[in-house]
């Protein structure tokens, strides 16, 4: 486990400094997320869509896990161009551990997109959003979840695919489905029954209600319990199924 931790740290570092290099890739993500915030969430302001809490505490905690889903979901770009450059090949011939190889790149990721989901709050403060710190701060820990768990998943496909032309569309079509099923952008509670039903076989609709509980003030109940027992199973799921692609793959 030491040399584990030690090794993921090694990763992790060259993986930030990396991205410290990249500006445009720092605040390039959250520019999605800010326009929907900016240019429809003020048409959303006087309408009733949930019986707890404004349009703003609806809307900013769908913003913030599209920020995890969408981003996380083409984070094996990445390791594609390493795959290219023969970066990959050079660190299958070191001792670091495959898990370690994982994690420092899911972690960097996982640390960016909450800077990111931090910019976007301190936005919709100014736009009026008005939010308990506690819930502010679970928003954030359930963004840097599911970005682990997705950022796994993307790189376990970018390890199977060879060319960016194979890896786009196949996330294009799990994550629109997850984006549109998910009630990012409004409650599924407002969707047709039948509609409503097939989002809750959706995973990340459980993260979405969890964190728009937590943005109105309610942290013990069973919509927060279903949240969090979904992110770990999946996250736990994913890493598992990441690392045993980069171990079989020799990564």
């Not at 570092?13 to 929907?36: A, D, E, H, N, W």
């Not at 990959?88 to 990111?116: H, I």
């Not at 008005?130 to 928003?139: E, K, T």
């Not at 992110?231 to 990564?251: I, P, S």
Request: charged content about 10%; aromatic content about 10%; proline content about 5%.
């Amino acid at each position: 486990m030491s040399a584990v931790l030690t090794d993921t740290s090694l990763v992790l570092g060259r993986y930030l400094r990396q991205t410290m290099r990249s500006k445009f890739q720092i605040y390039f993500g959250v520019l999605m997320p800010l326009l929907y915030l900016l240019f429809f969430g003020p048409l959303l302001t006087d309408l009733p869509l949930s019986p707890k809490g404004d349009s703003w505490q609806v809307l900013v905690p769908g913003l913030l896990l599209q920020l995890g889903l969408f981003g996380a979901s083409f984070a094996g770009f990445a390791l594609i161009l390493d795959k290219g450059t023969g970066v990959v090949e050079r660190m299958r011939v070191t001792p670091v551990s495959r898990l370690a190889l994982l994690l420092g790149r899911v972690l960097r990721d996982a640390v960016l997109f909450v800077f990111q989901a931090i910019l976007l709050v301190l936005a919709a403060l100014l736009m009026g959003l008005r939010a308990p710190l506690a819930g502010v701060l679970i928003g954030f820990a359930f963004v840097a979840v599911l970005t682990v768990a997705l950022a796994s998943l993307s790189y376990l496909l970018a390890m199977k695919v060879s060319t960016p032309q194979g890896f786009g569309p196949v996330v294009n079509a799990v994550s629109m489905p997850a984006i549109l099923l998910s009630g990012l952008m409004l409650p599924m509670a407002l969707a047709p029954t039948w509609l409503d039903v097939l989002s809750h076989f959706m995973p990340f609709r459980y993260l979405v209600d969890a964190v728009r509980s937590a943005y109105v003030g309610e942290y013990a109940n069973t919509t927060m319990l279903y949240g969090v027992l979904v992110a770990v199973a999946f996250t736990g799921l994913a890493v598992y199924a990441g690392t045993r692609e980069f171990r079989r793959a020799g990564a």
